[in-house]
């Protein structure tokens, strides 16, 4: 773990609100798909939480949405600009679980971890199935990505304006030897249900420090407390207590 000052080399707009951020910096303490780094924004207070989507080299890709004023000022910013990202946060997922056919589940704004999930996974020569859910068309990106590593990709949205209406789980019907998934807790609830094997849970919460210093994001455990930040985001499913 440790701050540092990536420059911007592009920041496009890939889908509605949503941003596709390429940086360039020492991106040596992130180790593995699932990690989150920190991004400190001048004039705020707390920094944002951004899942990594992608790192290749010194290269790293954060795909974020528009919510506030903290994401509207970094969909302004331009290449050439710098920020100071605190980097390696998280447990990030464990690779050795998949088994031969992995299935990928992103919602939303958990969709980036998957990608580089998603490519460890396929150069291992495992199956990977993909399943991408959105509200709507306008909201969809990266289904060509994950195509082009070698996925079976599977979209749905909310509204049926594209792929399959539905929710992610409606497009659970393939066989999985383990599954992988991230997004908004009414999601992970369903798919926790619908699953038929063991599984690994990214979690989104807010934080403050995003390191495990001020317990903010602690959550409950069937084995204690955790803290989001810290042991997770990643928790498997035999560990997962559902607050009711």
């Not at 795909?63 to 605190?86: D, N, R």
């Not at 396929?122 to 959105?134: P, R």
Request: aromatic content about 10%; charged content about 20%; some cysteine.
């Amino acid at each position: 773990m440790k701050d540092t000052i990536f420059t911007i080399k592009s920041n496009i707009k890939i889908a509605k609100n949503t941003y596709e951020m390429v940086l360039v910096g020492d991106t040596s303490d992130i180790t593995a798909s699932g990690q989150f780094v920190n991004i400190k924004l001048d004039g705020f207070y707390l920094r944002r939480p951004i899942s990594v989507c992608d790192v290749e080299g010194d290269e790293l890709t954060l795909i974020y949405k528009v919510v506030g004023k903290g994401t509207e000022k970094m969909a302004a910013m331009t290449a050439g600009q710098e920020l100071l990202i605190l980097t390696g946060l998280g447990n990030g997922y464990d690779l050795s679980l998949s088994g031969d056919a992995p299935l990928l589940i992103g919602g939303g704004a958990g969709v980036p971890p998957m990608y580089l999930l998603c490519r460890k996974l396929v150069a291992e020569g495992k199956k990977c199935s993909v399943i991408l859910g959105f509200g709507s068309k306008d909201e969809v990106f990266y289904e060509e990505k994950f195509a082009a590593l070698g996925a079976n990709v599977t979209v749905t949205t909310v509204d049926g304006s594209y792929g399959t209406r539905g929710f992610v789980t409606d497009a659970m019907n393939m066989s999985y030897t383990h599954f992988y998934t991230c997004g908004p807790e009414p999601m992970l609830r369903a798919v926790y249900s619908k699953s038929t094997t063991g599984g690994s849970f990214s979690f989104e919460e807010r934080m403050g420090c995003g390191f495990g210093a001020c317990m903010g994001c602690s959550c409950k455990t069937i084995t204690g407390y955790k803290r989001i930040c810290k042991e997770g985001p990643v928790m498997q499913k035999e560990d997962i207590l559902w607050e009711k």
